[in-house]
């Protein structure tokens, strides 16, 4: 991947939406996120003609977008890939997503509606290839993306949580649509127990996250196990879960970082940022 000096278009909205008459208006227009910025990186290609790929990048509890655009250096990668990167920020730096397991600030609209905005707003303003959505996140941001996996289903076309297993309430809505999906989880994370936890608001296993979503796209089990080449990073092993005979042309997989904690990882063993750029690429709905 060869590192290209980037022209990068920072958006701030500041907007106050209000509701009008107008049919199919967007449910997220209902809300005022006059006090919500995110951050747009169009890449160096400025020809809009054709339309490109969306990544949403979801930060963790207590971060930033600032921090994730440096933590995951995905801007090097969106120019040569001509994706169109959107980091939002939470408020406050937590993300307020699935009534009492997932509100931060019970007082303050679902941040769900914030996430559509953002799509709304960002398809006015650049050519976006609506097929091609995609989700990452990481730690609560990857929480949120499995939420946003379900409540706006039929609009994303892969997920890729980050250091976050599946939040146990979310297996009790409706049944979500077939989507792809990519796990990426280290399996001594202090922060996420790979083991999963229990209660109304646990969370499910590494493994019992990446079943849910194979038996929601109709995969054969159990998943084939393999393993990354060695780099030479004597404590960490990289596991591969792919599960195979999903239902076309759906990709279920969980990377599982032996030894690997609560981190983005990007090194010569994984680099976090490429795999789900790879993942991503041949995605659509």
Request: proline share 4%.
């Amino acid at each position: 991947m060869h590192t290209k000096t980037l022209l990068i278009f920072s958006i701030f909205i500041l907007l106050i939406s209000c509701k009008d008459n107008t049919e199919n208006i967007s449910e997220a227009e209902v809300y005022d996120f006059s006090d919500r910025k995110y951050e747009v990186m169009a890449g160096y290609d400025t020809n809009y003609q054709n339309p490109r790929p969306l990544l949403i990048v979801l930060h963790g509890a207590g971060s930033s977008a600032a921090s994730m655009i440096q933590a995951t250096n995905f801007n090097l990668i969106a120019g040569e890939e001509k994706f169109i990167i959107v980091y939002p920020d939470a408020f406050q730096g937590f993300w307020n997503f699935g009534e009492e397991c997932g509100m931060a600030f019970p007082e303050r609209p679902d941040d769900l509606h914030f996430i559509k905005y953002i799509i709304d707003e960002v398809i006015k303003n650049y050519n976006v290839d609506q097929k091609k959505i995609f989700i990452t996140g990481f730690s609560m941001g990857g929480y949120f993306t499995y939420y946003l996996a379900e409540k706006l289903k039929g609009s994303i076309a892969a997920i890729a949580p980050v250091a976050a297993t599946m939040p146990r309430f979310i297996s009790k809505y409706e049944t979500p649509n077939k989507l792809s999906v990519l796990i990426i989880l280290g399996t001594k994370d202090d922060s996420v127990n790979y083991e999963g936890t229990v209660g109304d608001c646990g969370k499910f296993s590494g493994m019992e996250s990446i079943q849910y979503w194979a038996s929601v796209n109709g995969c054969a089990s159990p998943s084939e196990t393999t393993y990354m080449p060695d780099n030479g990073i004597d404590y960490l092993k990289i596991r591969i879960d792919n599960f195979v005979n999903c239902d076309h042309p759906y990709e279920t997989k969980l990377i599982s970082i032996e030894g690997g904690g609560h981190r983005w990882y990007m090194n010569d063993e994984i680099n976090t940022s490429e795999i789900i750029f790879n993942f991503f690429q041949d995605k659509s709905l």
